[in-house]
């Protein structure tokens, strides 16, 4: 019985056919069809129950070698995973997920480190809106997230990391550049792009104009600033957006940001998981090397 045997049975079975078991194992289906033959004259007996060309079950001794097989190739995985831990390289999985603006702003780099350092790390990173994110760490579907700081709630371990601040959006060459002290009644005489309903941040901005008796005329609604960003440069409206502070994440283009610190207090990104839950020294290491980073 050789490797490549073992292999090719356990796919056959798993997979269902021998198409898919061919594709997954790297042969064709003929050199295949060969290999469990090949098993079941050194065995001397059926394997499988051919019922089609399609179709087949497993006899007594197939089911008998599928648990083998199954055995000795998840105790290979695990023979892999301590020899590469030894050679310093560890094997595992991390899944990581945060909004669109945070990846596409701050983490290609980064991410492209940390797999040049752990090349056998399986890393899944997921684009989410930050409430989804943060649920999807309680949940226990990924080990981290990256968020704002008051998008977490206190049952989450929460690493504080880049300090992030509110700011107005405008063209280049809109009038509020001129007003020296901004109230909340000069940002609503104009048409606003906001975020959807049902973000915090939208309800937040909504009960300040409340409080002070205004109505703003929404012209669009984005969660997306690289979208927002582009009508405000249009002359669509104006626009908030949650930036890093210090960083422009949007630099290049014909807009100009405005400090709200009056309306806004500063948040942080921060890296969330699960209290309790013992990360693996490559994801603290992940944590270690954009903690570390000061772009």
């Not at 796919?11 to 050199?31: C, D, E, H």
């Not at 006899?59 to 097989?69: H, I, M, Q, V």
């Not at 979208?227 to 409206?237: D, F, H, N, T």
């Amino acid at each position: 019985m050789e490797w490549q045997q073992i292999i090719g049975f356990y796919q056959l079975v798993t997979q269902g056919s021998f198409t898919r078991a061919a594709y997954a194992s790297y042969r064709t289906q003929s050199a295949l069809s060969q290999q469990i033959r090949k098993l079941e004259d050194e065995f001397q007996c059926q394997l499988i129950n051919r019922i089609s060309r399609k179709k087949f079950t497993l006899t007594p001794a197939g089911e008998r070698l599928y648990t083998f097989a199954a055995s000795v190739l998840g105790e290979y995985d695990t023979v892999v995973d301590d020899i590469l831990a030894i050679r310093g390289l560890p094997r595992g999985k991390l899944k990581i997920a945060a909004p669109f603006t945070t990846l596409y702003h701050l983490f290609p780099e980064q991410f492209r480190s940390f797999l040049e350092i752990f090349p056998y790390v399986e890393l899944t990173i997921f684009d989410r809106p930050q409430n989804q994110a943060v649920e999807m760490v309680r949940a226990g579907e990924i080990d981290m997230a990256i968020v704002l700081e008051s998008h977490a709630t206190k049952d989450l371990d929460i690493r504080r990391w880049k300090q992030v601040e509110t700011v107005l959006i405008v063209p280049d060459k809109h009038p509020l550049l001129k007003v020296k002290e901004k109230t909340l009644a000069d940002i609503v005489g104009y048409p606003l792009i906001l975020p959807p309903k049902s973000t915090e941040s939208r309800r937040f901005f909504e009960k300040l104009c409340e409080a002070e008796g205004l109505r703003c005329r929404v012209i669009m609604e984005s969660g997306n600033v690289e979208l927002s960003s582009r009508y405000v440069e249009a002359g669509i409206g104006i626009s908030f957006a949650s930036i890093v502070s210090g960083l422009n994440p949007l630099r290049g283009r014909k807009i100009k940001f405005l400090p709200l610190t009056e309306y806004f207090m500063p948040d942080y990104l921060a890296v969330v998981s699960r209290k309790g839950n013992h990360l693996p020294a490559y994801a603290e290491n992940f944590i270690t090397l954009i903690m570390g980073n000061g772009t």
